[in-house]
């Protein structure tokens, strides 16, 4: 059974950083493309970042517009476990962030739709306040 475990999130204050990390059990994550998702109160669902698999596109890293050089995604292939580092926090980045999988080794370019995302993890709340 494929689980993902999201974890790291915590209160930061604005122009702080994070590191979250999405751990996998019954999946090589290093196989499939991750995606990084989250949900804002009141909000859909919107993509953040995706990392391709290893070996497709050597593992290409894509972001939402709204997080580009703030946040970085990747991948420890031996701990099974996707990280994404989160800076230069604003209030506007509060949400649950979630990671997900899907049988596929790309980051097609719908990414960011989360409907084809098959297995998703629980959830971890970031909240950015002073």
């Known amino acids: 059974q494929v689980q993902l475990v999201e974890s790291g999130g915590g209160l930061v204050q604005p122009g702080g950083s994070l590191e979250l990390s999405c751990a996998a059990s019954?999946?090589?994550?290093?196989?499939?493309?991750i995606g990084w998702f989250r949900q804002a109160p009141g909000k859909e669902r919107e993509g953040v970042s995706c990392?391709?698999?290893?070996?497709?596109?050597?593992?290409?890293?894509h972001y939402a517009d709204s997080v580009k050089g703030r946040f970085t995604i990747s991948r420890d292939a031996a701990k099974n476990t996707v990280y994404l580092q989160i800076g230069s926090l604003k209030s506007e980045d509060t949400a649950v962030y979630y990671c997900?999988?899907?049988?596929?080794?790309?980051?097609?370019?719908?990414?960011?739709?989360?409907?084809?995302?098959?297995?998703w993890g629980q959830g971890t709340l970031v909240t950015v306040s002073s």
């Open positions: 997900a999988t899907t049988s596929a080794g790309l980051c097609y370019s719908d990414w960011g739709d989360p409907d084809p995302w098959g297995t």
């Open positions: 019954g999946l090589p994550l290093e196989w499939y493309a």
């Open positions: 990392i391709s698999s290893s070996e497709t596109s050597n593992g290409s890293t």
